[in-house]
């Protein structure tokens, strides 16, 4: 049982929420445990699909919840981070279905990291990103110094970590950082097309292609032409390809099982 997120399943689609409304979804201790096992628990369901991630109230996440930090007394940041964050960051990269962030409001330090770690972001007008670890003398964790060079570039993204610039929704479109920025009233209706379209995707073929693009942003040319052949004979070899192939001929569309 949950006491600092909500998670509910539905035709494939587990919706994680984070639910400290009155903090912001700032993370303590609690939260980080249990988003940690609530990412386990839609990765280990064969009903699960795709996996939507938001917050409750007018933010996503605030990051860390400094008070709570300042009340446990001195504590290691490394290991803060081994044991709470970089897991969590882990689980969603690792996770073999689409993970779709619904950015409804602020993502602020390890918030943003939150996001930017999920494969596709949908934005409400009024959200907005800040990586604001600089404003307390601290740098990008969680992943973001990975995330957001290669989304953005080094020159713009050392002015976003160095200057805590806070980024509305329409400039993060613009700078490639979210996928799509919609009005706050038809966020729900967005993200619902969106996981239903991925809940009824190849799943497998789909989990295949977040690895590869992964490995595509480290990896040499033949390393990932080997990758890619590897994968596709995986693919190739799936219930799901038979199936596509299969409705292709009869010219209908394939209902696949994510197999």
């Given at each position: 049982?949950?006491?600092?997120?909500?998670?509910?399943?539905?035709?494939?689609?587990?919706?994680?929420?984070?639910?400290?409304?009155?903090?912001?979804?700032?993370?303590?201790?609690?939260?980080?445990?249990?988003?940690?096992?609530?990412?386990?628990q839609?990765e280990?369901?064969?009903?699960?699909?795709?996996?939507?991630?938001?917050?409750?109230?007018?933010?996503?996440?605030?990051?860390?919840?400094?008070?709570?930090?300042?009340?446990?007394?001195?504590?290691?940041?490394?290991?803060?981070l081994?044991?709470?964050?970089?897991?969590?960051?882990?689980?969603?990269?690792?996770?073999?279905?689409?993970?779709?962030?619904?950015?409804?409001?602020?993502a602020?330090?390890?918030?943003?990291?939150?996001?930017?770690?999920?494969?596709?972001?949908?934005?409400?007008?009024?959200?907005?990103?800040?990586?604001?670890?600089?404003?307390?003398?601290?740098v990008?964790?969680?992943?973001?110094?990975?995330?957001?060079?290669?989304?953005?570039?080094?020159?713009?993204?050392?002015?976003?970590?160095?200057?805590?610039?806070?980024?509305?929704?329409?400039?993060?479109?613009?700078?490639?950082?979210?996928?799509?920025?919609?009005?706050?009233?038809?966020?729900?209706a967005?993200?619902?097309?969106?996981?239903?379209?991925?809940?009824?995707?190849?799943?497998?073929?789909?989990?295949?292609?977040?690895?590869?693009?992964?490995?595509?942003?480290?990896?040499?040319?033949?390393?990932?032409?080997?990758?890619?052949?590897?994968?596709?004979?995986?693919?190739?070899?799936?219930?799901?390809?038979?199936?596509?192939?299969?409705?292709?001929?009869?010219?209908?569309k394939?209902?696949?099982?994510?197999?």
């Amino acid at each position: 049982m949950f006491t600092s997120l909500l998670l509910e399943t539905a035709n494939g689609v587990a919706t994680i929420t984070l639910n400290r409304p009155e903090v912001y979804n700032a993370f303590n201790d609690p939260l980080s445990y249990e988003l940690q096992d609530a990412l386990k628990q839609a990765e280990r369901d064969p009903a699960v699909r795709v996996v939507v991630l938001t917050g409750a109230g007018k933010a996503f996440s605030s990051g860390q919840d400094l008070k709570a930090s300042t009340e446990a007394g001195k504590r290691s940041f490394s290991e803060s981070l081994h044991k709470r964050y970089n897991p969590i960051i882990r689980a969603i990269r690792n996770m073999p279905k689409p993970v779709i962030c619904k950015l409804n409001g602020v993502a602020a330090g390890a918030g943003c990291s939150l996001a930017l770690a999920c494969d596709v972001i949908i934005a409400s007008e009024a959200a907005s990103m800040i990586e604001i670890f600089v404003n307390i003398a601290l740098v990008l964790d969680s992943g973001s110094s990975y995330f957001l060079p290669r989304t953005v570039g080094y020159h713009r993204a050392f002015e976003l970590a160095t200057k805590a610039s806070k980024v509305t929704a329409a400039e993060a479109l613009q700078m490639g950082l979210i996928n799509r920025v919609v009005p706050a009233t038809g966020l729900d209706a967005a993200v619902e097309a969106e996981a239903a379209y991925y809940a009824a995707a190849p799943t497998k073929a789909i989990a295949l292609m977040k690895k590869m693009l992964t490995k595509g942003m480290t990896e040499s040319l033949d390393a990932i032409l080997d990758y890619e052949a590897y994968c596709q004979e995986i693919a190739g070899n799936s219930s799901d390809y038979q199936e596509g192939v299969s409705a292709f001929i009869e010219k209908r569309k394939p209902a696949f099982t994510g197999n």
